[in-house]
């Protein structure tokens, strides 16, 4: 079943090497952009190439790079993966679209390195998405914070400064604070490969205590995923230009930070080895911490950007609690959210965008009566608002469901009032939003003169607000996907 | 020819810096366009000419002199090299003169050396390749006696590092310190007081060193490493006060000469203020060629139980490391002049392989040798990138260095790979480094030096990144600019030109930070080379 193959690596290697061209052609946007959009269309089909060989319940193995005898840079890819990789390069895609609206409609500067960066980010982001072993996944997941460290401070004003520093430090504070001692302990006790497998590289060969240790070292460690009290780097990363915010930070940096905690707890520990030592419920507890206050301090941001950030927030978090459950329902759903908010909330954030792009208004208060202006994109807000909520005809929804069941199983009661009320929470936020929209009459003059913004950017709102529909009847891929991996992550429980 | 790679190393500079000084006499004379005196050097199938150009003739041979020279070095050590990895450790004997007990000069090459040696001459020939620009504004015409001393300084740490003969090391060491002070002194204003302050302090840790070679002498009645070892182990001597005193002493000499924390106070204005090429060549070279001299008295001369167990200073010398370490990186964070900024991370640095060598385990000592090749490479990128920065923007302050992504693309590209190095991010070298120094440290259970070495990359993570913002952001406009579309300031200066430093000068640290790549990722053949020598030599731990 465990084939070999240099696909993942020219996955990897298509949007980095699209980095030549985008520079090449540096003053002929149009070819520029052309070719990000080749990188992006050759991305996403080598990684659907991949997808029935893992559907299939194989792997694809490629090492790269032999650092040390056993310690290697590898990729393997898997269904967790392929399921990361496939939401990543589909939606760079109709990023890429929005971005060539969003950069051009507000003429943006230095829009070369913005799009070469942008093309790094990706690879990086496939990257951890394939990555074989610890050592793989934290190489990339450092590639990820410098790489995308020139979009978040795109403006190069002050704003920019402070939030790239904000940005920098949190991100590298605790990957070389944290989770770089913790993998290089992991290595030392091991002296093995730390390649991620159901039954847990780590399992059985460290002490319960130190295991605690070192799950609190890299859950934090990895703080793209936003756990509190390591999360506020992600609002003051929101003075980036809307599209880095919108893949970035609604889909590819927080998803890898969750990514990366999910495979410490399924491939490092190995669900297993967790439920033993029990110490999963630490992270339990701060992740449902961070689901209800960060949905209560959403409630009081004005600017949408803001909001959405803290909403991030907290539904990364829910990714974080349902895996550290550690029950076969709430590990599927944590997968699927993967997906599904990531469609729900880019979005959200290319709304963001498009009103800005349009109105020049960031604040909510100045929102009130858009509707009507901008009926399409005002539409798609509220199908991603939806979604993020958790309603019905949203894709939202199948993943809430199954993260809510994980809580039934666990026997985690709190847990699930803790979901229960972060969905009304969300519901709190975002429907005030839509109902100005449309229900209110504007009280700006301007107002009437605004029309939807730049065809690309209205576009490429629609496909993803679409998507998000679509997966609501139609979960596949995610599902199956997510449904192989909680299989093979309990397969050795079972088996005992 | 081959088999005569150590002494070729070590003769070419010292043939070549002889032909530089003599290049340089005829300096009252060049009124007159001399006719071509028939001793007139042809090195490296350069062919020398001197009808054309008579003002500047001279600059030029001593430049492709010296470049020749190195070039041949570099051609032996990596000779040497590839002659260790097929059938190891190469002895020596100069002249023949293969007498057991010491009569003979010996050089000996095994592994772990053959790198060193590598990088030395690989980072000469790079600084001498940048110093063509620079020599002669720097030294104020002094072209010939600059490169002389320089070649000397090359040749010395070479020979340092080369020679297996304990007395031959001191005399090796005075060459590259004296030539060392001279090139030193020839910088800015305050370069003399540098150079005065280097040479008392430097002298004090050459005569420690002299010192303790004397009561090994006594003891052992000879000066060949090898020789001396195996007296040592044949007599029973290492339970000997003599011995041990003398391994200390040999040990206090050369953490004088490395800057080991606390005895550092003559590095930081000796590089700040000599003349740029210098620290190019030194701040790398010198520190690194004595923390190789420190590994190579407790590995091969002493022997590792000696230097672990006879003398308890293990753990003595791993707190002072991590101390030397965090405070270091702390002083650092307080320099607002570049260079100031970089000399104290080279003490910061020394402290990293200093406490690995002292972990007494194997991954420590990968880890410390493996650090002396990264840092010497990365070390030469951050002298270089700051002295371009410094050059073109005639600054010596960070808070000058504003908007150079834009205009100097190029070096800001390499610079920026280099502070990567620096602060450790994977895949350049400065990463794996760190990883072997961490492992080595939990392994031994120091934990205090893990710390230090990641609280030492956090704050290399906060230097560099002051300076990066620097460049990226430019000058900002004094009042609050809200959103971004106000910063208009961009779109003005759009226009401006790249205004690159001469591809001479660029060219070098775009290949030294190749180098660090190279080096990161060909990590594992490097240990294993390393490797090959340190289980010989059986240090406790074990391969793994």
Known sequence: ?496 | MADHAPAILLIAPLFAAILVSLAGIRRPARRRIPAAPSDEPTIGGKPFESSEFPQFKEDKVCFMLTLAALTVSLVAALTMLGQVIEGGAIRYFVGNWSAPLGIGIELRVDHINALVLVMISTVALLAAFYSHHRVEEETSGRTSQYYTMFLLCAMGLMGMTVTGDAFNLYVLLEVAALSGYALVAMGDKRASVAAFNYIIIGTIGASFYLLGVGYLYIKTGSLNMIGIREIIAEQGLAESKTIQVAFILILVGVFIKMAFFPLYAWLPNAYTHAPSTSACLMAPLVTKVSIYIMVRMMLTVFGPSFAFDAIGWGDAVVLLAAIGIIASSLIALAQTELKKMLCFLVVAEVGYMVGGAWLANHHGMVGAIYHILSDGLMTLCMFLGASILLFKTRQTSISGLVDLYRKMPLTMAAFTLGMLSMIGVPPTCGFFSKYFLIRGGIEAGQWLYVVALLFSSLVNAILFFRIIEKAFFGELPAAETGHGHAAQGHHKDEASVIDEAPLSMVAPLAIAAVGLLFIGLNTREIVTVIEQTLNVLALTGGGG
């Open chain 1, 1 to 496: 079943m465990d084939s070999h193959s240099l696909k993942p690596i020219l996955a990897c290697a298509a949007s980095l090497l699209a980095v030549i061209p985008i520079v090449a052609f540096r003053r002929r946007p149009n070819l520029r952009e052309a070719s990000t959009f080749i990188a992006a269309v050759v991305k996403f089909g080598i990684v659907l190439s991949m997808l029935p060989v893992v559907l299939a319940g194989g792997t694809i193995n490629c090492t790269v790079w032999e650092v040390l005898p056993n310690v290697s840079i590898a990729f393997r890819v898997d269904s967790f993966g392929m399921l990361f990789a496939l939401v990543a390069s589909s939606l760079w895609i109709v990023t890429t679209l929005y971005a060539i609206g969003y950069m051009r409609g507000l003429k943006e500067h230095s829009q070369t390195r913005f799009f070469a960066f942008f093309a790094i980010a990706l690879s990086a982001t496939l990257g951890v998405a394939f990555s074989a072993n610890l050592l793989t996944m934290y190489v990339f997941y450092e590639i990820l914070s410098l790489s995308t460290y020139p979009l978040v401070t795109h403006h190069q004003d002050r704003e920019a400064r402070s939030g790239g520093r904000t940005y920098l430090t949190y991100l590298l504070g605790t990957s070389v604070g944290f989770a770089l001692p913790a993998m290089i302990y992991c290595y030392t006790r091991t002296g093995g490969d730390m390649a991620f497998s159901g039954a847990g590289a780590l399992a059985g060969q460290v002490e319960p205590g130190v295991a605690g240790i070192l799950l609190l070292l890299l859950v934090f460690g990895f703080s793209k995923g936003g756990l509190m009290p390591f999360h506020s780097w992600l609002p003051g990363a929101m003075v980036a230009p809307t599209p880095v915010s919108a893949l970035l930070h609604a889909v590819a940096v927080v998803k890898v930070g969750v990514f990366c905690i999910f495979r410490v707890f399924t491939g490092v520990f190995g669900v297993g080895f967790l439920q033993e030592i029990g110490v999963a419920n630490i992270i339990s507890f701060v992740a449902a911490f961070t689901v209800v206050v960060s949905s209560l301090i959403a409630l009081s941001q004005d600017s949408l950007k803001r909001r959405l950030a803290f909403s991030t927030i907290g539904q990364l978090a829910y990714i974080t609690l349902g895996v550290s459950l550690l029950a076969p329902k709430g590990v599927t759903g944590s997968q699927m959210h993967i997906a599904m908010h990531a469609f729900g909330k880019i979005t959200l954030f290319f709304c963001a965008g498009a009103i800005f792009e349009a109105t020049g208004k960031k604040y909510i208060s100045e929102m009130v009566g858009l509707g009507k202006r901008m009926p399409l994109t005002m539409a798609a807000f509220t199908i991603g608002a939806m979604s993020v909520v958790g309603l019905p005809l949203a894709g939202g929804l199948l993943s809430k469901f199954y993260l809510v069941m994980g809580t039934v199983e666990a026997r985690q009661f709190g847990m699930t009032a803790v979901y229960l009320l972060s969905s009304l929470l969300n519901a709190c936020y975002f429907f005030p939003i839509v109902f100005n929209a449309f229900f209110r009459k504007p009280e700006n003059p301007d107002f009437k003169e605004v029309k939807e913004a730049h065809p690309c950017c209205v576009a490429a709102l629609c496909v993803t607000a679409v998507c998000s529909v679509l997966l609501f009847f139609c979960p596949d891929p995610f599902f199956s996907l997510a449904s192989l991996t909680t299989e093979n992550s309990f397969a050795p429980i079972v088996g005992d």
